[in-house]
């Protein structure tokens, strides 16, 4: 269950995390209108530290443009409020929520006339899959929801309204008793999980779908492309097949909640040995290395809380 932390910004400022509250005919409760993100803040050698700060905030303005959505702040200014939430909460590690969303005010459809509410919170999450999850690997299934066709609901955007579909696919599969589902696209080919991004290994090579089958661009995803090419391993984005899962080596999910979240079996097929494979743990070592300091930070991918000019 969520603890509260102290204070949530709210528009540029602080309010008591309990005031944080919309009213139920705010556009965004009937028609879905939000934008948001999930980033984490990590404790480091140098104390707190954001991970992939501007390339949420950037992702965040992406959605919100899909949408035609005008934030009243730039990039700069949401990323120093998000490090201002850690401090005001004087969180170490815990997972940083910002929401734009339409507001109260019109009726109907067209939000154009609401309000944009933007609202930052932060609080501890654990780990999303289970605690057993990162080092044992998780039993998935193959969804029998599809994710959104192209032109229906945007993949691209992190949108309120998308994670309908998410819960679809969730809910099934823990009906069914696996942890995660995974959704293909309306061509039939592997999209991703209900809340991660996927990829397969197979012959020492790393396969991901591309963004045209309806996936999230997500920053771990990203993340795991440029770790794997700095370590030598390809890297392919392309269509892959359902049964490309069954007869892979390997498997595994990425996310900022799931982080590398190996897969020891889908539909109870087992996957390669039925538990995390080489390549997922030595990314999983590269990208945990990253945060604790073991390798270097090479590409700024760390905006410490504490630091003056944390913001690039
Ligand atoms: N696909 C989906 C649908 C998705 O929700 C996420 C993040 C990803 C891919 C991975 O993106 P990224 O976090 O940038 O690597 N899902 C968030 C959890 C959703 C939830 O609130 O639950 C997350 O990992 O924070």
């Given at each position: 269950m969520l603890t509260p932390t102290e204070k949530i910004w709210h528009n540029g400022r602080f309010i008591r995390w309990q005031d944080a509250t919309v009213h139920v005919l705010s556009h965004v409760v009937s028609y879905g209108s939000s934008v948001f993100e999930g980033i984490r803040c990590y404790s480091t050698a140098v104390g707190p530290a954001i991970f992939r700060l501007p390339e949420h905030v950037r992702r965040m303005l992406d959605s919100a443009k899909i949408y035609r959505m005008e934030i009243p702040y730039t990039a700069e200014q949401l990323g120093e409020a998000m490090l201002e939430v850690v401090r005001t909460n004087k969180m170490e590690a815990c997972y940083v929520k910002p929401i734009a969303m339409r507001g109260y005010g019109d009726v109907g459809v067209?939000?154009?006339?609401n309000p944009i509410e933007v609202y930052i919170a932060c609080w501890e999450w654990g780990k999303y899959l289970g605690e057993e999850a990162l080092a044992q690997g998780v039993d998935v299934c193959v969804s029998s929801w599809n994710r959104m066709a192209p032109n229906?609901?945007?993949?691209m955007a992190k949108a309120g309204a998308n994670y309908m579909n998410s819960q679809l696919i969730k809910m099934e599969a823990v009906a069914n008793g696996y942890v995660e589902g995974i959704a293909l696209d309306t061509a039939g080919y592997v999209s991703e999980g209900s809340g991660e991004n996927i990829f397969v290994v197979r012959d020492g090579k790393i396969h991901t779908p591309p963004?045209?089958?309806?996936?999230?661009?997500g920053i771990t995803r990203d993340t795991i492309l440029t770790l794997a090419r700095d370590n030598g391993i390809p890297v392919i984005e392309t269509l892959l097949p359902r049964e490309m899962l069954y007869i892979a080596d390997e498997v595994f999910f990425s996310g900022t909640a799931a982080e590398i979240t190996p897969i020891r079996s889908i539909d109870r097929i087992v996957i390669g040995k039925g538990h995390r494979g080489p390549v997922t743990e030595q990314l999983q070592n590269e990208y945990f290395g990253v945060i604790a300091g073991s390798r270097p930070d090479r590409y700024g991918w760390l905006s410490p809380v504490y630091a003056a000019a944390a913001v690039k």
């Open positions: 067209n939000g154009a006339k229906t609901l945007p993949a963004l045209g089958a309806s996936v999230l661009p």
